[in-house]
Structure formats: C-alpha cells, structure tokens
C-alpha cells in the first residue's frame, strides 16, 4: 500500500489559522525581532518569509539588518536593547552569523523568556530536563507532524545530532515515551539501525542518504533535510520514491517539515508573549520570567 503523504504544507496553515485565531483575541499584538548580519542570500529568503507569516497572524515584526561586518559588542548591545524592550516578545538572530562574530555568545545573551529559537541553555536544559520551556521551532514541527501516530514505546531512531534539530528532537521524542536512539555520522551499522525504526527522524543535512531498503515496513518518516542538488532539485534526506513504497506515512520535501519551522516560530512568539506578560503582572514565576533584575 502506498504511503500516506504527511502535508505539512496543510498542518502549518492549520497551525498559523490557530495562532492567529490567538492572537486576535490577545488585545495587544506580540512582537518578534529578528536579526539579520550580512547579506547571505538564503537568509534573507527565510528572513522575509519570517516577517510575511508574522504580518499574516498578526504579530508585529522588527527586522534589523547589520552589515556583514558588524562588530560583536554592537551585535550585543542590540540584543540587549531588544531585551530590555517591552515591546518585543520574541527575539531570533539568524543563523548562521559571519566567521568573526560569536554565535554562542550572542545566543547566550538573548533573555530566555524571549528566545523563541529555544536555543538559549537554559531553554535548552528544561527541554533536555523535561521542563517547561521555549523549545526550538523545526523539532517542534517534527513532533506536531507526528500527531496521530503512537509513539509511547515505540523504536524512534534520529540521524543527526545537531543541536537545532536532532539532539531537541530525541529529547521531545523522549518526553512522549518514545524509546529513542540517537544516531549520527559515526553511528556504525547505521542502517541496521534505521530498520529498527518505527518511526525514522532524518536530520543528517546529506542529500537522499536513506534508502527504501534502510526502512522497516510500515515505519513513519519524517524528512528534515533541505537538499540543492547540482542539477537544481530540492530533495532531503531521504531516497523519497524508494522510501514512500517501504513506509506508512512519509513527509514531501517540499512541503514537509519546512512549513513547519516558521507556524512553530509564531506559535512560540505567541506562547512567550502570554507567559512574559502575565511575569510582569507578577500572576505567575519562571520558567518563562525574564532572568534580568
Ligand atoms: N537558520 C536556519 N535555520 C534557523 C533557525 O531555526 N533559527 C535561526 N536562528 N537561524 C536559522
């Protein structure tokens, strides 16, 4: 039987209906800025795309664009300002940064209760401690395109241990009584691995590297990988057309998880909206508090 396509074209309009759906009935609208140094091509893309969604549900976007040779402590001095606006609710440097500039270091100085990429460390220890958090927006995504198959006990294996997609990814996974094995580039015998997988996280960044023969049948796949080849196709991590004939349920690249990132990014601006402003009203402590004084 042919594998049911997962749409998440359609599950990420779903999910921006509902934010903004959300947000209209807020009285005040969020906002979220993102930061932008240098010109790198497929950043401005994705950066646009960002303030076009946003705009959609009615969030309130500020982008600041820096040239490409922005100093580290002007890059700081903007987020903290960003930080100490009560206007802003969420905050996204994009990634990633030019050679010279410190990515940790600006990630480390974002406030957590603004950190709608959950990349922060503390988000990132409640999230891995199965505490309440912001948590980043494509393993998020993963999980939400997830929804109606069974996960509690069942063989979940990831490939790919990056810290914005893999790691978070086995840690949600984890937290839904998934039993969860997180493989990578130096996994050996992966693909016996793979074929253990009731549900398979493709998230290694090399073009197509699953095949059909990897998967178990009747395993669930979920295609993280944006892939350019050299003859101008999209594809992911997986071998789509040998994969969609071995599994139950498989996600297009395009149209899969990709939709997915940005609906999740406005859910989080939402969410850290909500949670702030109630710390301010002083309703409700951490773990969503600013941590200034
Ligand atoms: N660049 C590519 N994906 C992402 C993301 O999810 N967050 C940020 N900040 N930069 C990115």
Redesign the pocket.
Known sequence: MAARIIDGKAVAAALRADVAARVAGLGYRPGLAVVLVGDDAA?AV?VRNKDRAASGVGIVTRTIRLPAVTAQAELLATVRTLNDDPAIDGI?????LPAHLDQRAVIDLIDPAKDV?G?HPINVGRLHGGLPGLA???PRGVVKLLDGVSLRGARAVVVGRSA?VGRPVAAMLTALDATVTLAHSRTRELEGECRRADVLIAAVGRPEMIRGEWLAHGAVVIDVGINRLADGRLVGDVAYAECAAVAAAITPVPGGVGPM?IACLLENTLDAAIARRACDQKSVQRPFCSQSP
């Open positions: 950043s994705y996204l440097v994009q990634l990633p990429d990349l980043p927006c494509t914005l990132t």
